[in-house]
């Protein structure tokens, strides 16, 4: 394997796909650089001279501006690159032609549900409206799944620390949110758990749930009865026995809506994993399925390139205010739009926000846009739904599941256990990682680079099936499942 990859005829940076040295000469096609200095694996060396104030392109697009003049052979990070992202931007609806996608002949086993959609896991949920009986839910949630074995696939509670002293939008979005994980397929049965004098109040909350899926939903005020251990596992055992009596069945590949997500990316999560899972969004979509591509701050500077995809002139106007009221939610909290990336992201070789959000959006591969929703909101079409959410992690991958993903695809450079509701894929950007800390990953992308998207695509479909048929993932064997709500408001 090379020690550069040039990726666009554009470019003027390579990324290192090994540490280099200092003095090495190196050859990308019939251009050869001589190192000026070490270049670790995964960050960028220049290939021709850069102008101070001069355009770095990397995948074919600029990544910022160059601080000072860089010379052929040059390390090329933030000690000699800024972005370029100042504020907000106006746009114009300049659609891009679209090539067809895949049509991928695949199944797995899943749970038909009555409202139609199809479930990844049959389990018992346990949502608190507040954070006060938060504890109390997971005591239940052990104490049951002691109880029922192998009944269903799982009993989980997701506690959080919100519900209460909250106001107006803030209340209704964490209200909004809960009521839509009380939707999800992979539910066959909920418990709400209230206290009883929390803003977050259980009617409201049922209130938000269809008339079709509430006889899955049981209730419980924790103020209201004198043990609510006691009562909540007589509720639990209710649930297991209506959810017990489902079973898997074949259903085809488009009946997945995929989450995508990425976390701790590095250097080369734009080369390898973000345009891999892209890959399998392609396969879904293209089947008759939904990917939901969300963390809209990790999209900034490469929101051009989903606009143009937008499959009307609504779908389009409405991705416009969605990316520049959170440019408007940075700027009027005294925040620079680029404050990214993380020093993780740093670390790994990505030195602006351009270059982050440029791989970013490769996890949503080539699908046109065909939807916008907001936090909380689930899933209304088929194809390709843009999501509101932050690019915090928890926050982000609970708004996916929220939305009704029932595998999320989660690339990762630097590695994180953590894991959410629906069977949350860790996939690895580098084979260093997938074997340092193989138990969190579920798949390597690092083969990539040797081997060509193409088989390790086809490795991949088959582990998303594997999972989405019910084999466990990491973060599922290390009983790393949570929940995060994005909080906005004033606390009282």
Not at 241 to 253: G, K, M, N, T, V
Not at 399 to 424: D, M
Request: with cysteine; net charge negative.
């Amino acid at each position: 394997m090379p020690a550069l990859l040039h990726l666009h005829p554009r470019d003027n940076v390579a990324v290192a796909l090994r540490a280099v040295a200092a003095g090495e000469a190196l050859r990308v096609g019939e251009r050869r650089v001589v190192a000026a200095g070490p270049v670790p694996h995964g960050h960028k060396i220049a290939l021709a001279p850069i102008g101070a104030g001069a355009d770095v392109f990397k995948f074919g697009w600029p990544i910022g501006r160059a601080t000072a003049e860089i010379a052929p052979g040059a390390h090329v990070h933030t000690h000699n690159v800024e972005t370029r992202l100042k504020g907000l931007e106006g746009y114009s609806y300049e659609p891009a032609p679209t090539e067809p996608l895949p049509q991928v002949d695949a199944e797995f086993l899943g749970y038909h549900r009555a409202d139609g959609r199809v479930g990844t896991r049959n389990e018992i949920w346990i949502l608190p409206t507040v954070g006060c009986v938060g504890r109390t839910a997971e005591r239940i949630a052990s104490l049951a799944a002691a109880r029922h074995g192998q009944a269903v696939d799982g009993i989980h509670a997701f506690p959080h620390p919100h519900g209460c002293s909250q106001l107006g939008s803030d209340l209704d979005s964490t209200r909004t949110l809960l009521a839509a994980l009380a939707c999800h397929p992979n539910a066959g049965g909920v418990l709400l758990l209230g206290l009883g004098c929390e803003s977050n109040q259980l009617d409201d909350l049922v209130a938000e749930i269809p008339d079709a899926l509430r006889s899955r939903v049981r209730t419980l005020r924790a103020q209201g009865v004198d043990d609510e251990i006691e009562k909540g596992l007589a509720l639990v055992d209710e649930l297991v026995s209506l959810a017990s009596i489902a079973e898997r069945r074949p259903a085809s590949l488009g009946e997945l809506v995929l989450g995508l997500k990425c976390g701790g990316s590095d250097g080369f999560s734009g080369l390898t994993a973000n345009p891999l899972v892209g890959r399998m969004a392609d396969a879904v979509v293209g089947a008759g399925g939904s990917a939901v591509l969300t963390e809209i701050p990790e999209i900034f500077g490469a929101e051009h390139l989903l606009m143009a995809r937008a499959r009307d002139a609504g779908v389009f106007n409405r991705t416009v205010a969605l990316v520049n009221e959170f440019k408007r939610y940075f700027l009027e909290s005294g925040q620079p739009v680029s404050e990214n990336p993380s020093p993780g992201n740093l670390a790994g070789g990505i030195t602006t926000l351009e270059e982050k959000s440029l791989g970013a959006v490769q996890k949503a591969g080539q699908s046109p846009l065909a939807d916008v929703i907001r936090y909380g909101e689930r899933v209304r079409h088929t194809g390709l739904t843009l999501l509101e959410a932050p690019g915090n992690d928890a926050v982000s991958s609970t708004a996916l599941a929220a939305a009704g993903a029932t595998v999320i695809l989660f690339t990762t450079g630097r590695g994180t256990p953590l894991g959410f509701p629906a069977p949350t894929l860790k996939i690895a950007s580098n084979s260093e990682l997938a074997a340092r800390k193989s138990r969190w990953i579920d798949f390597d992308a690092g083969p990539v680079l040797a081997e060509g998207p193409g088989a390790v695509a086809a490795l991949l479909l088959d582990r998303i099936l594997a999972h989405a048929s019910g084999e466990p993932t990491a973060s599922e064997r290390n009983d790393t499942r949570e929940i995060a709500i994005w909080k906005r408001g004033v606390t009282l």
